[in-house]
């Protein structure tokens, strides 16, 4: 289902949400949410849209561990900021924080479409994030619609950290510096200024 058709935006804090674009270099955002499971949203601007997969043992540093990526369904751009907690008996109840967020290239070239490298099943990517760097690939091992099913891993580059445990070592917001907990429990951040 569509990401409108998920929710009720009269009984969440979630953006309503419409396509746009971002002015400059594409955007990418890693969401921790604490729903049923601890999870992290991994969600890539492609075509006006944050193409998403959940992640649920979340990104590593370390080129050695490949990380399963479950495809849901697109977010609008606006999702990109949204910190806070979705009321239970709304879909994805639970607390999500900003865990990381920059801009992305196509590592493939600009004469690649990021778009076409996602419905071909291969793309790699440059994050240039506050948390994670350097080269990144996302890639389908198994088709199916919903039940598709993708790899995330980082690549072998100079910002690689063999052992690297990125998750403990820096598991709070960096929009806010909050942790899970705190946003649990103060609730939404929209009316707060960013510490950055």
């Known amino acids: 289902k569509p990401y409108k058709d998920k929710r009720d935006i009269d009984e969440t804090p979630?953006?309503?949400?419409?396509?746009?674009?971002?002015?400059?270099?594409?955007?990418?955002?890693i969401q921790k949410h604490?729903?049923?499971?601890?999870?992290?949203?991994?969600?890539?601007?492609?075509?006006?849209?944050?193409?998403?997969?959940?992640?649920?043992?979340?990104?590593?540093?370390?080129?050695?561990?490949k990380r399963l990526a479950v495809?849901?369904?697109?977010?609008?751009?606006?999702y990109n900021d949204f910190e806070g907690?979705?009321?239970e008996g709304n879909y994805g109840a639970g607390t999500v924080i900003v865990w990381d967020r920059g801009t992305?290239?196509?590592?493939?070239g600009e004469d690649e479409s990021f778009a076409q490298n996602l419905d071909e099943g291969h793309a790699t990517v440059q994050l240039n994030g506050e948390k994670l760097w350097g080269k990144f690939a996302l890639i389908r091992t198994k088709r199916g619609g919903t039940?598709?099913?993708?790899?995330?891993?980082?690549?072998?580059?100079?910002?690689?950290?063999?052992?690297?445990d990125s998750l403990s070592?820096?598991?709070?917001?960096?929009?806010?510096?909050?942790s899970l907990f705190q946003v649990a429990e103060e609730g939404d951040s929209s009316d707060m200024a960013d510490f950055q």
């Open 104 to 108: 992305f290239q196509n590592a493939k």
């Open 71 to 78: 495809p849901t369904e697109d977010h609008p751009m606006s």
């Open 14 to 29: 979630e953006p309503e949400g419409t396509m746009s674009e971002s002015p400059g270099l594409p955007v990418f955002v």
């Open 147 to 164: 039940r598709s099913q993708w790899l995330f891993f980082k690549m072998k580059d100079e910002h690689a950290v063999a052992g690297s």
């Open 169 to 178: 070592e820096k598991p709070d917001s960096v929009k806010t510096g909050r």
């Open 34 to 65: 604490d729903a049923r499971n601890l999870h992290y949203d991994l969600r890539l601007e492609s075509e006006g849209v944050m193409k998403s997969w959940a992640v649920p043992k979340g990104p590593s540093m370390d080129p050695k561990v």
């Open 85 to 87: 907690v979705i009321p």
